[in-house]
């Protein structure tokens, strides 16, 4: 079973470290505490998040110990991966405040009652500048700078914050602290995992296994998914929400999602992408929502979309706004949340998904006038 169970996690993963040794030691039963980070930078977690959060279901199911550390104090300093500028730092009350909802979506993936839930002020916020000076001598200035998006950074000029520098250290004393086995993550955090190996031979400790694995592209199917980017699906929205923004994702995702967080087993995987591309990705957003939300909120969703897109029936449940003043479409998506970003926005309206006094309108419809705008949860407006 430890070797299928291997097989399995090979295949999802991009990179595994050490291979070897992580083979040899489910070969051989031995029971991991497999660490995942998170850090409430946000309020929500997202479909993107059900990646790794799938993985450690399969760790759960095969009885290891999963170790789930939201990172509510290196959440204030901001992870630098894939960063281009300094993040701004938040502050204890927004982090504690978004590490709130955390548990509660996580749950819907994990049997909390397995989960060794932990949070990393636990440890970080009392350590004495003794200790951090003990901890920034484990490794070099040279080692941190040859992360990609720091280099990047230093390359291009931008400027680089010297608090940044104590994440990737703040991220493996997680590590140390927990005395992982196994640590997982976006393919974003392979320095950050690797560091942490690094840190615990510092410390004495056998080095964690690392696996990483894909990032999800957000509905614009550009970028990776990401809240701040306004290209996610929440795991916390509601059943409409899910569902509509799953199928506004572009053709060419079809395959990942369904791969990478649908929930399908592989048979049923091949089932849909077999389908037409309208049918597999109502396939897919009804499985999401079934995921988070159960059947039959699922099946509402669905008949809500139908109502809506397939039917062209104008919905009865709608929200009142007024436009201050003569606006442009995607404004006026954007300002009354039927789009969350000017990107999806533009995208809604060259695939002609949005629908003014019941009829389709594009990027070069006439801007609309000031009035009442009746709106329904997405994409159909009525003006006055």
Known sequence: MSKEFFNRLRERA?????????????????????KLGLDPTAPDLHVGHLVVLDTLRMFQDEGHTV?????DYTGMIGDPSGRSETRPM???????????????????????SKIEVRRNSEWLASMTAADILRLLAKATLQQVLQREDFAERLKSGASIGAHEILYPFNQAYDSVAVEADVEIGGTDQLFNLLFGRDIQ??????PQDVAVFPLLEGTDGVQKMGKSLGNYIGLAESPEQIYGKTMSIPDALIERYVRLVSGFDRRRQDEVLAMKPRDAKAALARQLVNRLHGEEAARRAEEDFDVKFRKHEIPTEREQWVVKGPTDLISLLVDTGIANSRNEARRLLEQGGVR?????????????VTGDVLSARRRYIELK
């Not at 170790?67 to 990172?71: D, F, N, P, S």
């Not at 938040?90 to 909390?112: C, G, K, M, P």
């Not at 003014?356 to 609309?368: C, D, E, H, I, R």
């Open 14 to 34: 991009v990179e595994i470290h050490v291979e070897d040794h992580l083979r040899a030691r489910l070969e051989r039963g031995d029971r991991l505490r497999v």
């Open 67 to 71: 170790v789930v550390i939201i990172g």
């Open 90 to 112: 938040l502050t204890e009350e927004q982090i504690a405040r978004n590490a709130e909802t955390y548990f509660e979506q996580v749950d819907l993936v994990l049997d909390r």
């Open 201 to 206: 031979k510092a410390y004495g400790q056998e």
């Open 356 to 368: 003014v006094n019941g009829g389709k309108v594009g990027l070069t419809s006439p801007a609309p």
